[in-house]
């Protein structure tokens, strides 16, 4: 069965990072894209970064761009999510998906995907 696990979410200080890790199972990222997307109280799902695993295709949303970094270790089976600079209204509950691609063409929209994690929380609050 194909799962993805979220971890690496907690609760942070403005300025500072942390990184996030969607480790998938059942399946390799050989062939798929890769999303991050979060989901704050009350809003509607954002993608945030996204990779594809064919040719390292990125895509990031203009909210993060400049202080995160999404990367793939195909060894571990791992996505990463690096978050610099953490802001308040980064705070959200933090998702990551997949779905088999070999276009190499970023996907942003939450319907393009097919497996989920369960998401972890991210909190930025002095």
């Known amino acids: 069965e194909a799962q993805l696990v979220e971890s690496g979410g907690g609760l942070v200080q403005p300025g500072d990072s942390l990184t996030l890790s969607c480790r998938a199972s059942g399946f390799t990222f050989d062939g798929y894209a890769i999303g991050w997307f979060r989901q704050a109280p009350g809003k509607e799902p954002e993608g945030v970064s996204c990779i594809t695993t064919s040719d390292g295709n990125t895509y990031y949303v203009d909210a993060i761009r400049g202080r995160f970094t999404i990367s793939i270790d195909n060894a571990r089976n791992t996505v990463y999510l690096q978050m610099n600079s953490l802001k308040p209204e980064d705070t959200a509950v933090y998702y990551c998906?997949?779905?088999?691609?070999?276009?190499?063409?970023?996907?942003?929209?939450?319907?393009?995907?097919?497996?989920w994690g369960q998401g972890t929380q991210v909190t930025v609050s002095s």
């Open positions: 998906a997949g779905v088999a691609d070999l276009t190499g063409r970023p996907k942003s929209s939450p319907s393009d995907y097919d497996y």
